[in-house]
């Protein structure tokens, strides 16, 4: 019986300086990857020939959304509450920390997903009923007909 | 004792984990013989993820209140197009 492929809705905390932490979700599911995806383009303006394509700038505030699930800085500022707010809501309120807050906690993120890619290797490579590994090259067709 | 408690509100939702899995309009909760039960109108609703997260009993519902929240984890849930009718544990704060 293979492994389960649902995305259960778990959370992290991650601390960050000043004795800070931000709850994120441990990981994506396909939805909201795809939502996390189409927030990392440039937004259509108008006629901007640029619309639509990908926008780094876009896509930091696109992974900040994605993840963010809750944060300490509504202790000191209530009005900085992003629990059970919506992406738009979320995304306003990012727009209004501080440069180098939104920066690190982006940065902490980053490294959750690294953790997360690295544990997921780390299962695969340890299971030892797991898919058959592909071949590292095609077989030869001469092989397969006999010629 | 009270042998019947009704609260009613006009908004909230249910959640698995994080997720906001069905948003819902009037509702009304009513303790009958020690039993919680639930009845809503659904303005809209992710009928996989709720299936799945009251599978696991972790579908929780939640309604706003005076400085907090109502609380409560849904042990059985039927949807309909437009209403949903459920039982609830006790409640979680």
Redesign the interface.
């Known amino acids: 019986m293979g492994r389960s492929r649902?995305v259960?809705?778990?959370?992290t905390r991650l601390p960050i300086s000043d004795g800070d932490w931000v709850v994120v979700?441990r990981t994506l599911n396909y939805g909201e990857h795809r939502a996390m995806w189409a927030a990392s383009r440039t937004p259509p303006v108008g006629d901007d020939p640029t619309a639509g394509r990908y926008d780094s700038l876009e896509a930091g505030r696109a992974t900040l959304v994605a993840y963010l699930?809750d944060w300490s800085l509504s202790d000191a500022e209530p009005a900085l509450t992003i629990r059970?707010k919506s992406p738009h809501e979320v995304r306003a309120i990012l727009d209004a920390i501080e440069d180098d807050s939104a920066i690190e906690i982006l940065r902490v993120i980053e490294a959750h997903q690294r953790t997360i890619a690295a544990e997921r290797t780390a299962e695969k490579n340890a299971t030892p009923d797991g898919a058959t590994p592909s071949a590292a090259t095609l077989a030869s067709p001469f092989a397969v007909t006999g010629r | 004792m009270f042998d019947a408690i009704r609260l009613h509100g006009t908004t909230a939702s249910l959640a698995w984990g994080y997720r906001s899995v069905a948003r819902l309009e009037a509702w009304a909760i009513v303790r009958t013989e020690g039993q919680w039960r639930l009845t809503a109108t659904v303005s809209w609703a992710d009928r996989f993820q709720c299936a799945q997260a009251v599978t696991r009993q972790e579908l929780l519902f939640t309604a706003p209140r005076d400085k907090g929240q109502w609380c409560w984890e849904l042990t059985g849930v039927e949807l309909g197009t437009h209403s949903l009718q459920g039982t609830l544990g006790p409640p979680l704060h």
């Open positions: 649902l259960k809705p778990d959370t979700k699930v059970g």
